[in-house]
């Protein structure tokens, strides 16, 4: 049964791959075979000891110069190099091989590699000496076979030269780059240093505002004790009031004329209820705010207790009016005895009219 045409096509191109196209290794910019196209045996071959897949490592003797001296310059320069006339000994024999070296720069994928392709050529065959040559003809030929081998070694040496020249040349650069960036490096440590310091006297700064902030208020809190204390011990009710008359803070007793507790702080005065018989007490504030006049009256209550209510403006320490300050101070007492004075100097005066 016939096979298909493709496989057909496929056989016959590995065939002409194998038997008519010349022997190549795919390498790297190191010179690390990555792939063998061909028969390449009697151009490489496994040197001995560790594996190493390194071509100059598997390349046979009379090739190895020429194959680094035209693959370092491939590498530097791009390009493609072709070397001929280059004499392998093999197992069979000599064979006479062209080198040609190339970088690859298409495909994308595999840009930066280098393609190695061998190539064998004939050997040309020697003429005989004729009866007419001389006797030193056959130096004369070791001589220039030298000076060819000379010329080469010069090359090479050349090739060498300017190989350590460019490894020169990128050790200044990275020389300058190395000091350049020791360089910035010192400079980034003198500006850490100097943020340091910074952070330092400004931290020092803070614990000073710190300490003084912390001194501050503990005095405030020695202030309102003693303001409390103050209030307290004068028995006289205070109710300090914004200027929305709103209840700012209360002293204690406060309870005793009005229903508050201290989540009525924020509330209207007017919204809480009071045991004042004083329906006209916030119109009296609120007149009290547009004129800062001080406003003071007499006020019984429902259980017939009096009070000497006082309104006056609240001021701040920078003279800002901040809202009112009501003051109940208890006058029951003076009240009653007012009463029994009236009453004992209308009874007077009713037993001297009926005497007379």
């Known amino acids: 049964m016939m096979q298909p045409a493709a496989n057909l096509q496929s056989l016959a191109d590995q065939l002409l791959l194998q038997r008519f196209s010349p022997a190549a290794v795919l390498v790297n910019d190191k010179g690390d075979i990555l792939y063998i196209s061909g028969r390449t045996g009697k151009y490489l071959e496994p040197a001995a000891g560790k594996a190493n897949w390194n071509i100059f490592a598997m390349a046979r003797e009379g090739l190895r110069f020429e194959l680094t001296s035209a693959f370092q310059k491939v590498v530097r320069q791009k390009g493609s190099i072709t070397v001929k006339g280059l004499k392998v000994g093999t197992d069979c024999g000599m064979q006479a091989i062209d080198i040609t070296v190339q970088a690859i720069e298409e495909p994308a994928a595999l840009r930066g590699m280098v393609m190695i392709v061998f190539n064998d050529v004939a050997i040309p065959l020697e003429k005989k000496p004729t009866r007419r040559t001389k006797p030193g003809a056959a130096n004369s030929a070791r001589v220039q076979e030298q000076e060819q081998e000379l010329q080469q070694l010069r090359e090479e040496l050349q090739t060498t030269r300017e190989e350590m020249q460019s490894s020169h040349e990128e050790l200044k650069s990275a020389n300058e780059e190395l000091q350049s960036t020791n360089e910035e490096l010192q400079s980034t440590n003198e500006e850490l240093t100097t943020s340091r310091e910074e952070m330092q006297s400004l931290n020092e700064e ?20 003693d303001m409390r204390n103050l209030l307290n011990s004068t028995e006289i009710i205070t109710v300090f009031l914004d200027k929305e008359l709103k209840v700012r803070r209360f002293t204690s007793g406060a309870n005793k004329l009005f229903k508050l507790i201290p989540v009525d702080v924020g509330r209207p005065l007017s919204d809480i209820v009071s045991d004042l018989l004083y329906p006209g007490m916030a119109e009296e504030a609120q007149e009290v705010l547009r004129t800062l006049a001080i406003s003071e009256k007499e006020i019984t209550t429902t259980d017939g207790r009096w009070f000497s209510v006082r309104i006056m403006p609240y001021r701040t320490l920078e003279d800002v009016i901040g809202g009112v300050v009501i003051t109940f101070a208890e006058i029951s007492p003076a009240k009653k005895l007012e009463a029994e004075l009236r009453k004992e100097i209308a009874m007077l005066k009713s037993q001297l009219e009926a005497g007379g």
């Open 206 to 225: 803070l614990q000073t505002v710190n300490a003084e902030q912390h001194a501050k208020m503990e005095e405030m809190s020695r202030t309102s004790n």
